[in-house]
């Protein structure tokens, strides 16, 4: 168990349709990373957020956002649903020293199915 | 472009054996490599890393090496063992970018089957 979780575990919904997903990270993490995998791509950074505030963007489209509460957990919107959004999204949360080694640690995953 | 190619989809290995994976990288910008292993239906979970600085790092069973020069690092397993039978994933990130983030950039993973 790496600390991280992600709620929900599977979900499936029709295309055109807007759906939250939502990860916790470890206590004393500050970062969250969001990734999704899928079959063809791999695991592909979309985005990170530090403390409340974003920080880097990957191959995040328009049609998906995401934030960090003060609580540190952090919700990823995808609307606007197509097939191909169909796909394994993966949160990792860290802390994000200053220098130094800093290690990813990756929650179960949401697997969204699109009809 | 992949930046970070695991050349090998699958790779089958005799217990008791050594398992060894690798991994080649393009970008020279990338100074911390890790490396995951995912069961199905679960998220990756962290085995070892290893920074520029260094050309080896060991962890009980677990191995990697970083060759610079060639833009390759690979991971050892010795003894296999049937639970390690998982994908594989090599990352990389760039540390001291300045900008704070440690975005991952995977490989496409390689399949490690342990044949008891």
């Known amino acids: 168990d790496s600390g991280v979780t992600q709620t929900p575990k599977h979900l499936i919904t029709a295309t055109g349709q807007r759906v939250t997903l939502r990860c916790s990270p470890r206590?004393?993490?500050?970062?969250v990373y969001w990734y999704q995998q899928s079959l063809d791509q791999g695991l592909q950074f979309l985005i990170q957020?530090?403390?409340?505030?974003?920080?880097a963007k990957g191959n995040i489209l328009e049609r998906f956002s995401a934030q960090q509460f003060p609580d540190l957990h952090s919700e990823l919107n995808l609307s606007s649903l197509e097939l191909g959004d169909s796909a394994l999204y993966f949160c990792?949360?860290?802390?994000?020293?200053?220098?130094?080694?800093?290690?990813?640690?990756f929650g179960p995953g949401t697997r969204l199915t699109v009809l | 472009d992949q930046q970070v190619k695991q050349n090998s989809p699958s790779l089958s290995v005799q217990e008791g054996r050594i398992s060894i994976l690798n991994c080649d990288y393009t970008?020279?910008?990338?100074?911390?490599f890790l490396w995951y292993k995912k069961y199905p239906a679960e998220g990756p979970t962290f085995l070892i890393s290893?920074?520029?600085?260094?050309d080896k790092n060991e962890d009980g069973r677990f191995t990697v090496f970083l060759n610079k020069s060639a833009k390759h690092l690979s991971l050892h397993i010795v003894p296999s063992q049937p639970g390690d039978s998982a994908v594989y994933f090599c990352?990389?990130?760039?540390?001291?970018?300045?900008?704070?983030?440690?975005?991952?950039?995977f490989g496409k993973g390689t399949k490690l089957s342990v044949i008891p």
């Open positions: 990792a949360s860290s802390v994000v020293p200053t220098g130094g080694t800093d290690t990813q640690y």
């Open positions: 206590s004393g993490d500050l970062s």
């Open positions: 957020y530090y403390n409340g505030e974003e920080r």
């Open positions: 970008n020279s910008m990338f100074d911390y």
């Open positions: 290893i920074s520029s600085i260094k």
């Open positions: 990352a990389a990130s760039v540390r001291y970018s300045g900008a704070g983030s440690y975005q991952l950039t």
